[in-house]
């Protein structure tokens, strides 16, 4: 029964109004302005009363964090009895969550199925905390179909687009786990949480967990208007930052439309190799993804784009491949986050020695470039970048073979 139908059942008189099953109870957890408009308008609330209410259960929602209707004391006791028979507040649940020894925590958050075709998605989210700010990275697809040859994620097929509501919902969990709604306590488990007065466990966004945002644009769009709308979860939108492999064609709309910052996964200096690293770069170039970061909106030495840059032994690590990247960037507004390689089982690369990531990042930083080097965090966990992948999903697979294997065994 979905909450249209039940909204419009008629119950006898005397008795209690019918309840759907929870199951086909949406979560109004995720859900734009005007998606909560409809709900209220499907639980017959009076026009007239609808753009109020909708105001009042974003804020408890998004600003206040909330998980039970009975909070809601400022919304008629009456319909937030009706919303319980017709909605819910469930967040997805973490199926696991590992904190590694530097703090950073992993969680495999497990997705509600969005269709009789559809399981249910697992996807991983990375919490990353330091002294004065707490960054979480958010996936926006199920898999990837990059195929970028450093890049774990990559070794993991695209099952399919992540809706905004499952990715604002990233955002939802990690708050209700670090204690980060007004009221709520920080976890007392060891990890490093930022605190203090007015300090956010969660301040930064960045969209460089699993996928491509930009092939998923609208989803990824929706959902940084709600995750920015300051009656609600408020972060600033210089605070988050989407980053592409060179999806160019949405380079623009990104920030004509959501007006964030951008990254780009660039790693090479040349077609040739950035073809084999990053093989989107056959059909959008260098060339032609440069010129989409000169022409991107809102792009200033105040609002600089951040270009990622792998540092793989022996490949791209070179003095000279450091002039070139100068050279590349002349003219955009640009800082070079320089990212020693996470190693994952089976990779053919190797990360670049430190000395040779700091020569590369004296030159860089010498031609007027700010080239931070990436800390690396939670490699312990395959956390860090380019490592996300669900172990989860490894580990059940050889479960099944050891099931099959035992039961071929047993026939025998």
């Not at 949406?26 to 709900?39: D, I, K, V």
């Not at 929602?61 to 006791?77: Q, V």
């Not at 260098?286 to 990622?308: H, M, W």
């Not at 003095?319 to 100068?326: G, I, Q, S, T």
Request: proline content about 6%; charged content about 25%.
């Amino acid at each position: 029964m979905t909450a249209q139908t039940a909204a419009a059942t008629p119950t006898a008189p005397g008795a209690s109004p019918p309840v759907a099953p929870a199951a086909a109870r949406p979560s109004l957890a995720g859900m734009t302005r005007s998606e909560l408009a409809a709900a209220l308008e499907a639980a017959d609330v009076p026009a007239r009363e609808v753009k109020m209410r909708t105001a009042q259960l974003f804020q408890w929602i998004y600003f206040h964090g909330a998980t039970d209707f009975s909070a809601m004391l400022n919304i008629a006791k009456a319909l937030r009895a009706r919303l319980a028979e017709l909605y819910t507040l469930d967040r997805p649940k973490i199926a696991a969550e590992q904190l590694s020894a530097d703090g950073t925590r992993k969680w495999l958050i497990r997705m509600e199925p969005t269709g009789p075709l559809d399981k249910g998605a697992e996807i991983e989210c990375v919490y990353i905390p330091e002294s004065d700010r707490g960054t979480l990275c958010v996936s926006s697809q199920v898999g990837c179909t990059l195929n970028c040859t450093f890049c774990h994620t990559g070794t993991q097929k695209l099952v399919r687009n992540l809706t905004h509501r499952e990715i604002v919902a990233q955002l939802l969990v990690a708050r209700d786990r670090l204690g980060d709604f007004p009221g709520r306590a920080r976890p007392d488990d060891g990890g490093l949480v930022p605190s203090g007065e007015g300090v956010r466990a969660v301040s930064n966004i960045v969209f460089m967990g699993m996928g491509e945002p930009l092939y998923n644009f609208d989803e990824v769009r929706d959902a940084i208007a709600i995750m920015s709308d300051g009656d609600g979860l408020s972060l600033s939108k210089r605070r988050i930052t989407v980053s592409t492999s060179g999806v160019v064609p949405e380079i623009e709309r990104l920030g004509a439309e959501c007006g964030t910052m951008l990254a780009i996964s660039l790693h090479a200096t040349n077609d040739r190799l950035r073809d084999e690293l990053v093989p989107l770069n056959k059909k959008y170039p260098i060339d032609v993804l440069l010129q989409a970061c000169r022409d991107y909106p809102g792009a200033s030495n105040a609002r600089r784009i951040t270009f990622e840059y792998v540092m793989l032994k022996g490949v791209n690590d070179t003095p000279a491949e450091a002039r070139a990247l100068v050279r590349l960037l002349k003219g955009i507004p640009a800082k070079i986050n320089l990212i020693p390689f996470n190693p994952w089982p089976g990779t053919k690369y190797e990360c670049s020695d430190w000395a040779t990531i700091e020569r590369f990042s004296d030159i860089v930083f010498d031609a007027g470039y700010a080239s931070p080097v990436r800390t690396p965090r939670g490699r312990d966990i395959l956390a860090a970048c380019g490592q996300l992948k669900s172990e989860t999903e490894k580990l059940r697979a050889r479960a099944r073979l050891m099931l099959e294997q035992q039961l071929a065994l047993g026939a025998d």
